[in-house]
């Protein structure tokens, strides 16, 4: 299954006028310019505002999530049961632009980093440890992730790859999208990345996790 989702994955294809481009090889990074409409951004930051609460992340030794010095943002889960018809139309452009039924995705998760928020180097993959295998039970690993930009901040916020020597600036209605495994289906260690310190103004992202299997909610 994992072979075959690999497979599909890498096959990436176009979406109307986005056309992903290719900027490096390894990892396996594609930006794709315009994603998202300069509403649908606004839209996403309006109905998600209001639900915000402090960003965590996996505990490593125990079963759910911790705050950590590392990760200064505020974030909320869009429910899977919300009939909003901006956010389903989103959940389907990634599922066909990856080629990945929409079930393999985790909820949409929205960030806002204020000044001097960031998330320190980091991989989306899930470690071999008791809080990691724990999260894998839930879908397996997470093969992508997609990042989306809600907004441009005025200064600082870029998201760096210190391994492809690649530093994306945010721009409202641009993605990247980047691989968490090899095609091997091996975890993918040169994914390792980071949300630069916010110098001025503020950061508004939507991120997609898509796992490897269909995600069910724990």
């Known amino acids: 299954m994992l072979k075959k989702i690999l497979c599909l994955l890498f096959a990436i294809s176009c979406y109307g006028e986005v056309i992903p481009e290719q900027v490096s090889e390894d990892p396996r990074i594609f930006i794709l310019k315009g994603f998202l409409s300069e509403a649908d951004c606004d839209h996403i930051i309006k109905v998600s505002k209001p639900n915000l609460v402090a960003s965590k992340i996996v505990d490593e030794e125990n079963k759910g999530e911790v705050s950590d010095y590392r990760r200064s943002s505020r974030g909320f889960f869009i429910p899977k049961e919300w009939k909003d018809p901006i956010l389903a139309s989103l959940e389907k452009r990634i599922s066909d632009l990856t080629k990945i039924p929409v079930e393999h995705g985790e909820n949409l998760h929205v960030l806002h980093y204020g000044i001097g928020g960031e998330f320190q180097p980091h991989c989306d993959f899930f470690n071999a440890t008791p809080g990691g295998?724990?999260?894998?039970?839930?879908?397996?690993?997470?093969?992508?992730?997609?990042?989306?930009?809600?907004?441009?901040?005025?200064?600082?916020?870029?998201?760096?790859?210190?391994?492809?020597?690649?530093?994306?600036?945010?721009?409202?209605?641009?993605?990247?999208?980047?691989?968490?495994?090899?095609?091997?289906?091996?975890?993918?260690?040169?994914?390792?990345?980071?949300?630069?310190?916010?110098?001025?103004?503020?950061?508004?992202?939507?991120?997609?996790?898509?796992?490897?299997?269909?995600?069910?909610?724990?």
């Open 133 to 218: 295998n724990e999260c894998a039970r839930y879908g397996g690993q997470r093969v992508a992730t997609v990042v989306m930009y809600l907004n441009t901040p005025e200064a600082g916020g870029e998201t760096t790859f210190p391994y492809a020597k690649l530093t994306v600036k945010p721009k409202k209605g641009d993605a990247v999208l980047f691989y968490n495994l090899k095609p091997t289906g091996e975890v993918d260690p040169h994914s390792l990345h980071s949300g630069s310190p916010v110098i001025a103004g503020e950061k508004w992202i939507i991120t997609k996790w898509i796992r490897e299997k269909p995600f069910v909610q724990n």
